[in-house]
T-cell receptor, first 112, second 117 residues
Framework: KQEVTQIPAALSVPEGENLVLNCSFT??????LQWFRQDPGKGLTSLLL???SQREQTSGRLNASLDKSSGRSTLYIAASQPGDSATYLC???????????WGAGTKLIIKP | ETGVTQTPRHLVMGMTNKKSLKCEQH?????MYWYKQSAKKPLELMFV???????ENNSVPSRFSPECPNSSHLFLHLHTLQPEDSALYLC????????????????FGAGSRLTVL
């Protein structure tokens, strides 16, 4: 059974730092992995989608990597800003029914 | 309006009340979803509708009753809920369902925060 873990559950860093958020999954047979952002009291916004054949995807200051063999993905945020404060969730699509399996998220706080 | 719209944004109800959550998508998507998000837990998929037909029901208690009259609208009817049902209920839609292409990427609404007293 696929399980997705995000550690740490919360992270606080000063503005301007580069940082890495982690996502691990137990079954390497995945179709793709997605990173989402959730602002307080809001829904989720898709940030990046990495297909299983890809190693990384980039969007602006965000870079997501995927290492299927080790069951890990990282979301790198460059030059963090207070506006990056949010909860970041990763989700893996796997299984015969293409189910999305979610991590519990990492709550990120960027201090001005 | 564009995107996925959920109403109401906040709802407080007693255990004996009957209420409904509404979701509307203006994206021309074919699949719609209900998710439950509880504090510090992963999202839980509740129901999926594809072309307004229910394709998934993840063992959700019968006190939650979904309705999908067309591909653009999705309701979640609530009755005799329990305090542990208090959560953020998220609606989402996607162009397609059941694959791994970019057409299956979900677009979420802002959610309905439900409190059961």
């Amino acid at each position: 059974k696929q399980e997705v873990t995000q550690i740490p559950a919360a992270l606080s860093v000063p503005e301007g730092e580069n940082l890495v958020l982690n996502c691990s999954f137990t079954d390497s047979a995945i179709y793709n992995l997605q990173w989402f952002r959730q602002d307080p009291g809001k829904g989720l916004t898709s940030l990046l989608l990495i297909q299983s054949s890809q190693r990384e995807q980039t969007s602006g200051r965000l870079n997501a990597s995927l290492d299927k063999s080790s069951g890990r993905s990282t979301l790198y945020i460059a030059a963090s800003q207070p506006g990056d404060s949010a909860t970041y969730l990763c989700a893996v699509r796997s299984g015969s029914n293409y189910q999305l399996i979610w991590g519990a998220g990492t709550k990120l706080i960027i201090k001005p | 309006e564009t995107g996925v719209t959920q109403t109401p944004r906040h709802l407080v109800m007693g255990m004996t009340n009957k209420k409904s959550l509404k979701c509307e998508q203006h994206l021309g998507h074919n699949a719609m979803y209900w998710y439950k998000q509880s504090a510090k837990k992963p999202l839980e998929l509740m129901f999926v509708y594809n072309f307004k037909e229910q394709t998934e029901n993840n063992s959700v208690p019968s006190r939650f009753s979904p309705e999908c009259p067309n591909s653009s609208h999705l309701f979640l009817h609530l009755h005799t809920l329990q305090p542990e049902d208090s959560a953020l209920y998220l609606c989402a839609s996607s162009q397609d369902y059941g694959g791994s292409s970019g057409a299956n990427v979900l677009t979420f609404g802002a959610g309905s925060r439900l409190t059961v007293l």
